[in-house]
């Protein structure tokens, strides 16, 4: 049996009399890449903020290695939708960053920074400022500051919806790379149905507000995946069959 590293047990989330999440259960396994999809406007952000603990549940309760989440003890990182780069740092203070307020040692600052600037491919531009970067870089930096601390979770929020299709297949590739190679456990929240299937291990389809899970169902296809194969194709269509509501 596959080692659960998050457990969600019946949340809830209400705003005012508005329910958004009703009584959401579920599991993510240790090392999965989990992609969360369902209709436009059914709650996904505010699922994944209540991971965070940036939003409160009305009700339930989230579990990290069957431990209520702490943010001062579980390493959690978070990757938003818009581009969080801090203009007044370099590319290697903004991947130092998240290392420098957790306080490890300068050593540590340098070789981590050193491994995640390598691995996004920035070696050459690690003295630049956000504002001399493209897009695709910008989303490079942010993915080599979440990875440089080691985190055992990482949130992403729709972080290539801006991107066209070229730059977003490069990045998709990379961060599938970098995941196969670290073993981080990824919850990925998309709306696009594509992404979530060249990227996923599994695939959490939610229902309309108020939002419940419809299904989960794991991703056969095998990787290296191609957009074209009738395989692939296949899931894309079962999978967008799940999220229609009406």
Same mark, same amino acid.
């Given at each position: 049996?596959?080692?659960?590293?998050?457990?969600?047990?019946?949340?809830?989330?209400?705003?005012?009399?508005?329910?958004?999440?009703?009584?959401?259960?579920?599991?993510?396994?240790?090392?999965?890449?989990?992609?969360?999809?369902?209709?436009?406007?059914?709650?996904?952000?505010?699922?994944?903020?209540?991971?965070?603990?940036?939003?409160?549940?009305?009700?339930?309760?989230?579990?990290?290695?069957?431990?209520?989440?702490?943010?001062?003890?579980?390493?959690?990182?978070?990757?938003?939708?818009?581009?969080?780069?801090?203009?007044?740092?370099?590319?290697?203070?903004?991947?130092?960053?998240?290392?420098?307020?957790?306080?490890?040692? &300068?050593? &540590?600052?340098?070789?981590?920074?050193?491994?995640?600037?390598?691995?996004?491919?920035?070696?050459?531009?690690?003295?630049?400022?956000?504002?001399?970067?493209?897009?695709?870089?910008?989303?490079?930096?942010?993915?080599?500051?979440?990875?440089?601390?080691?985190?055992?979770?990482?949130?992403?929020?729709?972080?290539?919806?801006?991107?066209?299709?070229?730059?977003?297949?490069?990045?998709?590739?990379?961060?599938?790379?970098?995941?196969?190679?670290?073993?981080?456990?990824?919850?990925?929240?998309?709306?696009?149905?594509?992404?979530?299937?060249?990227?996923?291990?599994?695939?959490?389809?939610?229902?309309?507000?108020?939002?419940?899970?419809?299904?989960?169902?794991?991703?056969?296809?095998? @990787?290296?995946?191609?957009?074209?194969? @009738?395989?692939?194709?296949?899931? @894309?269509?079962?999978?967008?069959?799940?999220?229609?509501?009406?």
């Amino acid at each position: 049996m596959d080692e659960s590293k998050v457990s969600v047990r019946n949340m809830t989330k209400k705003f005012g009399d508005l329910l958004v999440l009703d009584d959401v259960s579920f599991d993510v396994r240790k090392g999965d890449f989990l992609c969360v999809v369902g209709p436009t406007g059914c709650g996904k952000t505010t699922f994944l903020n209540c991971l965070t603990k940036l939003y409160k549940p009305t009700s339930g309760e989230i579990l990290i290695d069957g431990e209520p989440v702490d943010l001062k003890k579980h390493n959690i990182s978070y990757i938003f939708q818009e581009y969080s780069c801090m203009p007044w740092l370099t590319v290697e203070e903004n991947v130092a960053f998240g290392l420098k307020i957790k306080r490890r040692p &300068e050593g &540590e600052i340098r070789q981590a920074v050193e491994e995640a600037v390598e691995m996004v491919g920035l070696q050459d531009f690690r003295k630049y400022y956000p504002s001399q970067l493209s897009a695709s870089m910008l989303q490079r930096v942010v993915i080599a500051r979440a990875f440089a601390t080691k985190p055992e979770l990482l949130l992403m929020d729709e972080p290539y919806g801006q991107l066209d299709i070229e730059l977003r297949f490069k990045l998709e590739d990379e961060l599938v790379k970098i995941w196969q190679k670290l073993g981080t456990t990824i919850i990925f929240i998309t709306h696009n149905i594509e992404e979530a299937v060249y990227t996923s291990e599994d695939v959490l389809v939610l229902t309309n507000k108020p939002t419940k899970i419809k299904t989960k169902l794991h991703n056969p296809l095998p @990787r290296p995946r191609c957009v074209t194969d @009738r395989a692939f194709i296949d899931v @894309r269509e079962q999978v967008t069959e799940l999220i229609k509501w009406w």
